[in-house]
């Protein structure tokens, strides 16, 4: 099992930036995929970024394409997000999640941290 913790989060700002973490724990061989998904109130979970172990598949949302910057580093078993530029609508519960096959879902998750923009 993994489990991931996040840390970071905060209050800043609109065009402020902020920098997540995520340390990943537990028995596992490797992860493949990790992730960054955000909810906010009264809305769906989105997948904001994504990166393949080796980084060199990353995904991002339109919204926040050249803003955030997914990392990871696996020796380190870290994920980050540094996120600039930030809006009001990025305000929300921001989660890692971690999948250790390629074709599988994102079935390791952090316990979130909160992202406040302020306009």
């Known amino acids: 099992q993994v489990q991931l913790v996040e840390f970071g989060g905060g209050l800043v700002q609109a065009g402020g930036s902020l920098r997540l973490s995520c340390a990943a724990s537990?028995?596992?061989?490797?992860?493949?995929?990790m992730a960054w998904f955000r909810q906010a109130p009264g809305k769906e979970r989105e997948l904001v970024a994504s990166?393949?172990?080796?980084?060199?598949?990353?995904y991002y949302a339109d919204s926040v394409k050249g803003r955030f910057t997914i990392s990871r580093d696996n020796a380190k078993n870290t994920v980050n997000l540094q996120m600039n530029t930030l809006k009001p609508e990025d305000t929300a519960v921001y989660y890692c999640?971690?999948?250790?096959?390629?074709?599988?879902?994102?079935?390791?998750w952090g316990q979130g941290t909160q992202v406040t923009v302020s306009s």
């Open positions: 999640a971690a999948k250790q096959f390629n074709g599988g879902s994102y079935d390791s």
């Open positions: 537990g028995r596992f061989i490797s992860i493949s995929f």
């Open positions: 990166i393949s172990r080796s980084a060199g598949n990353t």
